[in-house]
């Protein structure tokens, strides 16, 4: 499922009204989009135990870099995973509603 929202995210930022990153060259929109992919990969439960792991080991160690791009990489893929987490947090009206939306969604992917 995550790889169908990389798609349908870079569709949509492909559309001329949506074109956020027309201004880039060609290196920088290619980092932009590995970005994205890796953020939106890292919803994947299965992603987030290893980096959960890994930033565990970083803080034991106390050897977190915001300029080394492994670890600024590994805090963005578990802030998204935290994001995609949060509805659990949410009042029971809305986590329902939302439930239901995943679940039409996932309906509609067959």
Known sequence: MENHHFTM???????????????????????????????????DLALFFPNKARLANIVKENSFQWDHPDHRMLAMALCMTGSDLNSSSKPWEVQFRTAKIVYAEFHEQG
Not at 18 to 43: H, R, S, W
């Open 9 to 43: 995210a870079v569709s949509i930022l492909q559309q001329e009204q949506n074109n956020i990153f027309g201004n880039l060259n060609p290196d920088e929109y290619k980092q932009v989009l590995n970005i994205m992919k890796k953020c939106i990969l890292a919803t």
